[in-house]
Nanobody
Framework: QVQLVESGGGLAQAGGSLRLSCAAS????????AAWFRQAPGKERQFVTS????????DYIDSVKGRFIISRDNTKNMMYLQMNSLKPDDTAVYYC?????????????????WGQGTQVTVSS
C-alpha cells in the first residue's frame, strides 16, 4: 500500500501559477500509476491528469491542456502538478491518487489510494 500527502495549494491570481506536490510513502511508488483529481464546491470530483509509472503515458482533460504539466520523480517518491495560466474555474480541492497498474485511467473508481487534498483558490 501507499500513503499520499499533497502540498503546495494556496491562493493565486488569475493568470498566475502554483505547483502542487504529492509525496508517497509505504510502497514502491515507481510501480504505481498516479493522477490528480479535483473537486470544486458543489460539484463532483473530476479527473484532471494522470501519469503512468514510467512517465511515458500522460493524459489531461481538455480544459487544462497547455496550462498544466504533470510529472513524477520516482527516485524521490514524488509527483507534481505545475499549474500555469490559472483561471477562477480551477478553484477546487486537488487530490493525489494512485493505482497499482501500468496504465493511466480517468476513472475515480479505479484509484485505490488517495491523499487528503489541498485547496487551490484562484481569484479573478
Amino acid at each position: 500500500q501507499v500513503q499520499l500527502v499533497e502540498s503546495g495549494g494556496g491562493l493565486a491570481q488569475a493568470g498566475g501559477s502554483l505547483r502542487l506536490s504529492c509525496a508517497a510513502s509505504g510502497d514502491f511508488f515507481s510501480g504505481y500509476t498516479a493522477a490528480w483529481f479535483r473537486q470544486a464546491p458543489g460539484k463532483e470530483r473530476q479527473f484532471v491528469t494522470s501519469i503512468n509509472f514510467s512517465g511515458r503515458m500522460i493524459d489531461y482533460i481538455d480544459s487544462v491542456k497547455g496550462r498544466f504539466i504533470i510529472s513524477r520523480d520516482n527516485t524521490k517518491n514524488m509527483m507534481y502538478l505545475q499549474m500555469n495560466s490559472l483561471k477562477p474555474d480551477d478553484t477546487a480541492v486537488y487530490y493525489c491518487a494512485a493505482r497499482l497498474s501500468p496504465l493511466t485511467s480517468d476513472q475515480e473508481s479505479e484509484y485505490r489510494f488517495w491523499g487528503q487534498g489541498t485547496q487551490v483558490t484562484v481569484s479573478s
